[in-house]
């Protein structure tokens, strides 16, 4: 969470900043979201509330992020959906989605020996999508490059790498 307010001063104008948090009350979260959507939209960031899109309008976010379950009701608001397979896919285009987090990619401590994607497998399935997608899991402007993703979203690249679990090289 410190690194947060440093990595929105250094990402391109436009970029984004998915809020979760979940860990906190919601009192506090909703105090933190406030803090960091001042600095995101003073770069001119996008800000996303993972939560429903009735809470993230309520709370005055860009968009919502989320499940294709979590995020199929509510109010007209651009969706970014987490998508792990070619039927996460699909249901994401059925409930029209603005954007698809496609994940995981590389190995990451957020999914400590889960199942990846990898990179002839996520090309695959991103192929099909009909909407943005961006790459999650393990990613980094150099993995991204390497990848061919032209969108790519991350936790750790943005943290000080005495930090990091997960080898640099990985």
């Known amino acids: 969470d410190a690194a947060l307010a440093r990595a929105l001063g250094r990402v391109p104008r436009g970029s984004g900043l998915i809020f979760r948090h979940y860990h906190m009350p919601e009192a506090s979260r909703r105090a933190r979201f406030r803090t960091l959507g001042k600095l995101a939209r003073q770069r001119g960031h996008w800000l996303v509330l993972a939560g429903s899109a009735s809470q993230a309008r309520a709370w005055g976010a860009d ?3 989320g499940s294709p379950e979590r995020l199929a009701a509510g109010p007209a ?3 970014l959906v987490t998508v792990h397979s070619l039927a996460e896919l699909a249901r994401a285009h059925r409930m029209r989605a603005s954007a698809v987090l496609l ?6 401590r957020s999914h400590p020996g889960g199942t990846l994607l990898g990179p002839l497998r996520f090309r695959l399935i991103a192929a099909r999508a009909q909407c943005p997608v ?3 899991g393990g990613m980094d402007a150099r993995r991204a490059r390497a990848l061919g993703a ?3 979203a991350a936790i750790d690249a943005f943290c000080d790498k005495a930090t990091r679990a997960i080898p640099a090289d990985s």
């Open 150 to 152: 032209a969108r790519w």
């Open 77 to 79: 608001l651009a969706r």
């Open 63 to 65: 968009a919502a992020y």
């Open 134 to 136: 961006i790459a999650l």
């Open 103 to 108: 994940s995981p990619v590389l190995p990451t």
